[in-house]
């Protein structure tokens, strides 16, 4: 590493924003550079890339499954409904009884 670079310091050149960024980046790019090159560091960046990507699949799997459960008790309750109004006796209201569990299946977002 460039001694120079360790004596210099970002207050001494009153460096802005920006610049005193650039120049944290300037000094510990080395250190950087060689913690990228050893092979624990790569190992370790690949084992957690793995359980990032596992840790994703895993919540989208679980949403899948909740709208599944959700989507099946719609059917159910829709089915159930269906059944319960397919056994009135008087066809107005078996007509009146399917007309309203049609209206809230699709107030609910099923169809």
Known sequence: MNAHLKTIS???HNLGGQDAFRFNLL???PTLLVLLRSQAALVALAVFAVLALMLAFHQVVLDAVARG???QQARNLQSQSVWR???VSIPAAR???L???NATVRADGNS
């Open 85 to 87: 109004c397919d056994r």
């Open 99 to 101: 007309r309203r569990a």
């Open 69 to 71: 459960e959700s989507l």
């Open 27 to 29: 000094v510990r790019r």
């Open 10 to 12: 970002p207050s001494a």
């Open 95 to 97: 007509a009146d009884c």
